[in-house]
C-alpha cells in the first residue's frame, strides 16, 4: 500500500522555449502523516541508449506532509544544451518526476517531450549548428506512471486510522481529466 498517490501533475508553461525552466504544480494525497520530507527530482532523458546523459534538472523537499491532500509548486532548470548530443536535440526525449521517502523511490511518471523548431522553416531547412534560442519544447500530457512498494515506517494502525480521516477530508476532491492515477496502474514500465 503507497501512504504517497499523486492526483495530479500540472504543467505550467506548456509549451515553452526549450531553455525556459520547467514550471509545474503536483498535487498528491497523503494517507498517513510522514514526519520526514518526501524528496521530488525532475530528471531529463535525452538518449535513452546512455542513462549517463540523463540530467537531474532539479529535487526539491516537501515534508513533514500532514495527511489529505497537499500540492506544491516546482521549478526545474532547463537542461544544459552542451550535455546533449546534437543527434537528441531535436525530436522525442524523456523527462521524468520521481518521488522518493528515505531514500527508497516510490513513484515515477514520465512524459514524452517533442522538440522542434519555432518555425516551418527551420523545420524544413535545420541549420547545421542548433540554435538553441529558437527551439520550443512540448510535452505531451499522458504520463506513464511506474509505482514502487517501499518501506514506509508509518504504524499500520496509523495508516489505517489517517486513511478514513483522509477519505473523509478529500471527499470533495474532484480529480481532473488528466488525473495520473487515471493512467497505467501496472507496476511495470518506466
Known sequence: MSIVTIRNVEFLNNP???L???????TFE???ELPDDVEWKLI???????????????????????????????AGSPPDP?????????????????GSYKGQEF?????????????????????PQILFDRLIRDIN????????QIKWDVSPQNAQTNAVAAGA?????????????MEDPSPNGA
Open 16 to 18: 515553452a522555449r526549450f
Open 20 to 26: 525556459d525552466a520547467y514550471r509545474f504544480r503536483v
Open 30 to 32: 497523503c494517507i498517513a
Open 44 to 74: 531529463y532523458v535525452s538518449s535513452s541508449g546512455n542513462e549517463e546523459l540523463d540530467q537531474e534538472l532539479d529535487e526539491c523537499l516537501v515534508g513533514p506532509v500532514p495527511v489529505g491532500v497537499n500540492a506544491f509548486e516546482f
Open 82 to 98: 552542451t550535455k546533449i548530443p546534437s543527434e537528441d536535440v531535436l525530436g522525442v526525449s524523456a523527462l521524468i518526476l520521481t
Open 107 to 127: 513513484v515515477r511518471v514520465g512524459y514524452y517531450q517533442n522538440t522542434e523548431y519555432d518555425s516551418e522553416d527551420l523545420r524544413e531547412n535545420p541549420p
Open 141 to 148: 500530457n499522458k504520463p506513464r506512471v511506474t509505482r514502487f
Open 169 to 181: 477530508a478529500t471527499s470533495a476532491a474532484v480529480p481532473s481529466a488528466n488525473d495520473i492515477d
